[in-house]
């Protein structure tokens, strides 16, 4: 069974930083797109950043300059650094992937369980 599992959220000042992790576990033969989202309370679940399997990104325009995207693919992991944050930042966050179980197949989309991060004023 595919898995992805978070790591890394937590309470922090306004102005600190957070690292995410995400690893995807289980068998599986690749994985393509992987992204970030965050609920906040009462609010739809909104995507915050993605990352291709070649490492190009792309950013919600609220996070670019605070947010960095990254992976490392030998470790099937995707990483969100988060610089300067704000107390609008709290929320759930989510990973995403597109996983291909076995070669040849369609991929088939992913989802963490989720990570909460608070931001204190």
């Known amino acids: 069974q595919v898995q992805l599992v978070e790591s890394g959220g937590g309470l922090v000042q306004a102005g600190g930083s957070l690292r995410l992790s995400c690893a995807a576990s289980?068998?599986?033969?690749?994985?393509?797109?992987m992204s970030w989202y965050r609920q906040a309370p009462g609010k739809q679940r909104e995507l915050l950043a993605g990352?291709?399997?070649?490492?190009?990104?792309n950013y919600l325009d609220s996070v670019k300059g605070r947010f960095t995207i990254s992976r490392d693919n030998a470790k099937n992991t995707v990483y969100l650094q988060m610089n300067s944050l704000k107390p609008e930042d709290t929320g759930v966050y989510y990973c995403?992937?597109?996983?291909?179980?076995?070669?040849?197949?369609?991929?088939?989309?992913?989802w963490g369980q989720g990570t909460q991060v608070t931001v204190s004023s």
């Open positions: 995403w992937a597109e996983i291909q179980r076995f070669v040849g197949t369609t991929g088939y989309d992913y």
């Open positions: 289980g068998i599986f033969w690749s994985i393509s797109d």
């Open positions: 990352i291709t399997r070649s490492g190009r990104t």
